[in-house]
């Protein structure tokens, strides 16, 4: 089906945008098969708004008499209105947004038609895989290799091709341990402490089941991987009365006695539906300037959002305590090991290794724990938290991940290496992009449809001039101390800047960042000269 | 001299708030002014210093077997929490510092014994330095239809006005005394601000009702009724917000609850509401009139508010000053009672000047370029309203300083922050930046009101960022100004030897020293590095789970064999922590506690 299929009114003159921050204006509209694009006709003034369509999460028509007006909600929190003389006229444009929006199919969007002058499809993609990180830590090499044994991702449809695992198990028994994990999520090493020489690793839970089954080679697995030491740490995004039921529906745990030298620590995180309705329930107090302060407070803590901040960030500190105070390795799983486990995994990183925290460092790190990791994109950014459509898979664990970095940026703004607009323009790209970089749900998928030759990489894109500047923090002062964030709740702030984003207030805090940035420039032009 | 029982008591434990496993062990010394806490601790002897007037409460808890526990709180959120190993020596310093904390007489403040190193004709000097008349002036006072009234020089029109007053030229002394005849305190209508760039003569006024006008007998005249709360609630408020600032590990949803409930923001949301609507109508060309029922508490707080956004002067270090001293000082808040200077009446207590704090706090947060001065200053200014260290804020009203004879016998605050006025510069600050013009227009929807952690939770240093943007950008910014300074005078000298045809070997030897401060700059902000209690729920949710969840033993970070693994080994010496930074000068800042947190996070045995 061609996107003209679609479009009934590719045009309408006369249109009255009204959006957040500016006067209304009038102009002319049209839809295109990605897009829907506004162009100012007041005189004096040629303002342009593109918006794609992806970027649209839902939408309301009020057709009152012969003209109407459509509500446009969108994924970066925007709303927009604009008032369509003609009431056909705003039926089929209502029609099209709804269809093009929320097109299932993956080859037809957008990313797959960018094709911006200055950037060659030849050019390299991603930034970070098992491989490059596997090259770059010589220490590894002792007792850790690589392994090809999903190459066809016949063992783990969500892993990528490569993998690190300990060296003494080999392939062979990497396919029995895949059986007994769900997804066939084998644990594999996902960081290494250079200062002590401990890992974190990660997996999915093991298929232990009612009958308490037992895996040899799991058991061997993680064996090797503590040899030398004293004990292990299991990190489980579960509560323990969770960890019991799940062995009702075949998951498990790794129970003392077959996994004696490991100790499980139970810190239960929220994920899929609840973190869902959540967002919405926090976006919908943000939208309602009209609360009294007790009516704002109750919503928002009735939200729950700050508390799944709170709580990723204490697990990931107890995870970084695991490892970077007490020298222990650690694995950290729940049920999938696709959502919680890599935002803990992610924050941990942060947490203990500098190397991560510079722009490159950070996107490379998002690179490997959760685009060749395989946290399922497609699934839990289909839509956001205006969407009318039946959840189904949505969950905003990767938005919970930036505003736990952005919390961490707040407490340390010297030591990471990038911007709060990062995390912004991490935060749209998710949800609707020019770039192939968050399509799919994993390595296989994006492979399957040639992702890395048809489409850009945003990773790339952000590393060039002059994006890089200004995603960088103008602060950023290297440190090789961990950065323990403090999880008190008076520590923890809504993240305004995301999610009040569209206000007179947000503005007043970017100008401060432009203020910041230029004194910084007058510094080092003074300081160079 | 006389109320002290116990000069000394030793083997007393300071207990960590937050994680009261961890405790400092030293001996308690009372003298006349302030509690002194000195750790015994070779290597780190620090002291924490608690002056007596910011005592607000002194409670004796029951004893255990590991002492008497002794719960010190502080009009500045301090909270020290002492275990004193015999019950009677607990008891004797508990009597002494209700006492101390609780002055009887005005000569027994601190004020009148401090005694900084300051000459006496310097000391008058200072005093001179915030002066009333001057601001009037710079509005363009008197004129036409302002002048200055000489009817209150004694104080009896009004006892708790100023003596000098500014009333419209039309109106005749007779005029204003029967008007103060007819206003509770005899606090008549009287010029609290005056907007010299409008041409209307907008107004803010000032008196005191109980009761209301009659609207049919004031012609062009609109009433609005703000719906402030009186002290009684506010005091109560606060009580309940500080009740949750001191909850130990509280949930995410205990604390937003228990903030909700206590009602402080929405408290503060009605007065900057009120404040915004009294600027709008002045910059409007609307004059307004103000008035609670006695004039002094509400009345003071949304006409110094309403200024803060009308007139940029007043968010400079110097205009935030004069705005105190004219709408507070001068215009008789009543500090002794509101502040409890003096052993009295506790419903007369109330944080009515808190709250003007915390408005002009929570302005800066949304225009942070707006303000000369920083959240630093704010506390500052708090902590000496209530520490009676300098004489500004003592009395309920000028007639009173004037017979305490505070301007002979004590030292000025305002001069006091003149001179250390580098730590409350706001480095982001621009006299030409957008925000900082004119009208400010902020945003009061309920989302704009945060909790101020930095006042409320100020001791608790694990709270705050452990790294200082603002400390960053001051010293780029002096760097910066430094090196410009340097090179004019590099480039005149060049000018100068280019004459004198030799200026190429001066060139080299004159390179830069500048590098030094700058490059050192991420050394000096190094990380407080210590690991938080990310245990808590962790131990609640699983509560003995046959194969659940081993707990680690506590450890001690000092039998890490790594050097480089025992965080929080990282002194925190050097790191910026604004909240920290207590220009009191016998304040808890001279604590050189090198890092009170650390091992705070050893997992809790079970």
New interface residues.
């Given amino acids: 089906m061609e996107f003209s299929d679609h479009i009934k009114t590719a045009n309408v003159e006369d249109v009255v945008l009204r959006q957040p921050l500016h006067p209304p204006s009038r102009g002319t509209l049209c839809i295109t098969g990605h897009h829907l694009l506004f162009s100012d006709r007041e005189e004096g003034s040629s303002r342009q708004i593109l918006l794609l369509l992806r970027n649209i999460d839902a939408i309301e028509k009020r057709t009152p008499g012969s003209s109407g007006t459509i509500t446009i909600k969108c994924k970066d929190l925007r709303v927009l209105q604009l008032d369509i003389p003609g009431m056909e006229q705003c039926l089929n444009i209502a029609h099209s947004i709804e269809t093009l929006s929320c097109l299932d199919n993956v080859s037809e969007m957008y990313p797959f038609f960018y094709r911006p002058n200055d950037l060659s499809l030849r050019e390299q993609w991603g930034l970070s895989t098992p491989e490059k990180h596997y090259t770059q830590i010589k220490e590894l090499h002792k007792k850790w290799r690589l392994s090809s044994v999903n190459k066809t991702y016949s063992v783990c449809p969500s892993y990528p091709p490569v993998v690190i695992v300990p060296n003494s198990i080999d392939d062979e028994t990497l396919k029995k341990v895949a059986k007994f994990r769900q997804g066939g999520r084998f644990p594999v090493l996902c960081y290494y402490h250079r200062?002590?020489g401990m890992v974190i690793m990660r997996s999915s839970q093991p298929l232990t089941g009612a009958n308490k089954k037992r895996c040899k080679e799991d058991e061997l697995l993680l064996q090797v991987v503590i040899e030398d030491s004293d004990k292990g740490f299991i990190i489980d995004t579960r509560?323990?009365?969770q960890v019991q039921q799940a062995r009702m529906t075949g998951g498990g745990f790794e129970?003392?006695?077959c996994y004696s030298r490991w100790?499980?620590?139970?810190?239960?995180m929220e994920r899929g539906k609840a973190l869902q309705e959540s967002l919405i329930k926090l976006v919908e107090?943000?939208g309602d300037?009209s609360?009294?302060?007790?009516?704002?407070?109750?919503k928002?803590?009735n939200s729950?959002w700050?508390?799944h901040?709170?709580?990723a960030?204490?697990?990931a500190?107890?995870l970084?305590?695991c490892v970077?105070?007490?020298?222990h390795s650690a694995l950290v799983h729940g049920y999938e090991g696709t959502d919680c486990t890599l935002l803990i995994c992610t924050l941990a990183q942060l947490i203990m290794d500098p190397t991560c925290r510079t722009l490159e460092g950070f996107l490379a790190l998002l690179d490997r724990e959760w685009l060749q990791a395989g946290h399922p994109f497609q699934q839990r950014c289909a839509h956001s938290a205006y969407s009318h459509a039946r959840l189904q898979q949505e969950s905003p664990i990767f938005l919970l991940l930036l505003d736990c970095v952005w919390q961490l940026w707040?407490?340390?703004?010297?030591?990471l290496g990038f911007s709060e607009a990062l995390l912004l323009r991490l935060a749209n790209e998710v949800y609707a992009s020019d770039y192939g970089t968050f399509l799919c749900n994993n390595d296989q998928e994006r492979c399957a449809l040639e992702v890395k030759d048809r489409t850009h990489c945003l990773f790339q894109a952000l590393l060039r001039l002059p994006e890089r500047d200004y995603y960088s923090n103008p602060?950023y002062?290297?440190?090789e101390?961990?950065?323990?964030?403090?999880?008190?709740?008076?520590?923890?702030?809504?993240w305004?800047g995301f999610f009040?984003r569209w206000?007179?207030?947000a503005r007043?805090?970017e100008?401060?960042q432009e203020?910041?940035r230029s004194?910084?420039i007058?510094?080092h032009r003074?300081?160079q000269? | 001299m006389e109320h002290i029982r116990l000069p000394k008591v030793e083997n007393v434990r300071l207990l960590d708030r937050v994680s009261p496993r961890r405790s400092r062990v030293g001996t308690l010394y009372l003298t006349a002014t302030h509690s002194i806490f000195v750790e015994s601790e070779a290597g780190g002897r620090s002291e924490t210093w608690v002056l007596h007037s910011l005592v607000c409460s002194v409670d004796k808890q029951a004893a255990s077997a590991s002492g008497c526990p002794l719960l010190i709180r502080c009009k500045n959120f301090q909270i020290l929490h002492f275990s004193i190993p015999r019950e009677q020596d607990c008891q004797d310093v508990h009597l002494s510092l209700q006492r101390l904390s609780q002055p009887q007489r005005y000569e027994e403040l601190y004020c009148f014994s401090y005694k900084p190193n300051v000459d006496e004709e310097e000391r008058r000097r200072d005093w001179a330095f915030v002066d009333l008349k001057a601001d009037f002036s710079r509005m363009g006072l008197p004129n036409a239809q302002w002048k200055l009234s000489p009817v209150n020089q004694q104080y009896k029109v009004s006892d708790t006005y100023p003596a000098e007053l500014f009333v419209p030229d039309s109106a005749a002394p007779p005029v204003l005394v029967g008007s103060s005849k007819f206003r509770s305190r005899g606090r008549f209508p009287a010029l609290s601000y005056y907007s010299k760039e409008n041409h209307l003569n907008a107004i803010a006024n000032r008196a005191a009702g109980k009761g209301y006008e009659n609207e049919d007998n004031y012609s062009n005249i609109k009433f609005q009724f703000m719906g402030i709360e009186n002290i009684h609630v506010m005091r109560n408020s606060q009580q309940k917000m500080l009740e949750v600032?001191e909850l130990r590990?509280?949930?995410?949803?205990?604390?937003?609850?228990g903030?909700?409930s206590s009602?402080w923001?929405?408290h503060i949301?009605a007065v900057l509401d009120t404040g915004v609507f009294i600027a709008k109508a002045v910059a409007e060309g609307i004059s307004v009139l103000v008035h609670c029922s006695d004039g002094w508490d509400r009345t003071a707080q949304v006409c110094s508010v309403a200024c803060v956004l009308l007139d940029p002067y007043y968010r400079t270090l110097k205009g935030l000053m004069v705005l105190i001293e004219k709408d507070w000082v001068s215009f008789g808040h009543k500090f002794t009672q509101r502040c409890n200077h003096l052993a009295g009446d506790p419903k007369e207590v109330s944080p009515i000047v808190d709250q003007f704090l915390e408005c002009v706090w929570q302005l800066m947060e949304?225009?942070?370029?707006a303000f000369e001065y920083n959240e630093n200053l704010l506390i500052t200014v708090h902590s000496h309203i209530y520490s009676c260290q300098f004489g500004n804020f003592i009395g309920n009203n000028q007639r009173e300083r004037r017979e305490l004879r505070v301007h002979e016998k004590t030292h000025s605050l305002w001069s006091y922050l003149w001179t250390n006025r580098a730590e409350f510069i706001n480095?982001?600050y621009?006299q030409n930046?957008?925000?900082s013009q004119g009208l400010l227009r902020p945003?009061t929807?309920?989302?704009?009101?945060?909790?101020w952690?930095g006042l409320y939770?100020r001791f608790?240093r694990?709270?705050?960022?452990?790294?200082?943007?603002e400390d960053?950008?001051r010293v780029?910014?002096e760097?910066?100004q430094q090196?410009?300074e340097q090179?004019d005078s590099h480039k005149q000298k060049i000018a100068e030897l280019k004459q004198e045809q030799g200026w190429s070997d001066a060139h080299r030897a004159a390179a830069?020293d500048?590098?030094s401060t700058?490059r050192a700059?991420?050394k000096n902000?190094?990380?407080a590095?210590?690991?938080?209690?990310?245990?808590?729920?962790?131990l609640a949710?699983?509560p003995g789970?046959a194969?659940?969840?081993?707990v680690?033993a506590p450890?001690d970070?000092d039998q890490?064999a790594?050097p480089?693994?025992s965080?929080g080994s990282?002194p925190e010496s050097g790191i910026a922590d604004v909240s920290c930074r207590s220009p009191l000068s016998e304040d808890s800042a001279r604590d050189p506690d090198p890092d009170p947190d650390s091992d705070e996070?050893a997992?809790s045995a079970a």
């Avoid at chain 2, 995410?252 to 609850?257: I, N, R, T, Y």
């Fill in positions: 200062k002590n509560s323990s009365q129970s003392k006695s100790k499980r620590l139970h810190k239960q107090a943000c300037e609360h009294n302060v007790d009516r704002w407070l109750s928002l803590e729950k700050l508390s901040v709170q709580t960030l204490s697990a500190g107890l970084v305590e970077e105070r007490d020298g707040r407490q340390f703004p010297l030591a602060l002062e290297p440190n101390l961990a950065i323990w964030p403090s999880v008190h709740p008076q520590s923890l702030q809504l305004r009040l206000t007179q207030q007043h805090l100008a401060v203020e910041i004194m910084v007058e510094w003074v300081t000269r | 600032c590990s509280p949930s995410m949803s205990d604390f937003l609850e903030l909700e009602g923001l929405k949301k949304q225009f942070p370029c480095p982001l621009r930046h957008s925000q945003s929807a309920p989302y704009c009101f945060k909790f952690r939770n608790d694990g709270m705050h960022p452990r790294q200082s943007v960053y950008l780029i910014r760097e910066t090196l410009e090179l830069f500048q590098s700058a700059l991420g902000l190094a990380l590095n210590t690991p938080q209690d990310y245990t808590g729920s962790l949710s699983t789970a194969d659940g969840p081993l680690l450890q970070p890490t790594d480089n693994l965080n990282d996070a997992y």
